[in-house]
């Protein structure tokens, strides 16, 4: 069974930077994208970033600029480096990851880590 295990939420201040990370563990043949969701309360699960296997990446006009996404693929991990947050960055995050374990690939997620921006 394939898990994602997320960390590096937390609290800042507006202006600050987190870096989430996400690593993929279990019976894992091949991942190929991998990446990173968000949802505010009472918004909908919207696209941050996310990367391909071999390096190509999608970042949200949102957060372009702020936001650095990159992957590890010997560790199966992929970051988020988040700089000059602000306020609408609060969100639950969720990393997400498309693998294959034996058979087709599926799309799999973390349970999701808090970022609260507030001064």
């Known amino acids: 069974q394939v898990q994602l295990v997320e960390s590096g939420g937390g609290l800042v201040q507006p202006g600050g930077s987190l870096r989430l990370s996400c690593a993929a563990s279990?019976?894992?043949?091949?991942?190929?994208?991998m990446g990173w969701y968000r949802q505010a309360p009472g918004k909908q699960r919207e696209l941050v970033a996310t990367i391909g296997s071999v390096g190509s990446t999608n970042v949200a006009d949102s957060v372009k600029g702020r936001f650095t996404i990159s992957r590890d693929n010997a560790k199966n991990t992929v970051y988020l480096q988040m700089n000059s947050l602000k306020s609408e960055d609060t969100a639950v995050y969720y990393c997400y990851g498309r693998i294959q374990e034996i058979g087709v690939a599926r799309d799999y997620w973390g349970q999701g880590t808090q970022v609260t921006v507030s001064s």
């Open positions: 279990g019976s894992i043949f091949r991942i190929y994208a």
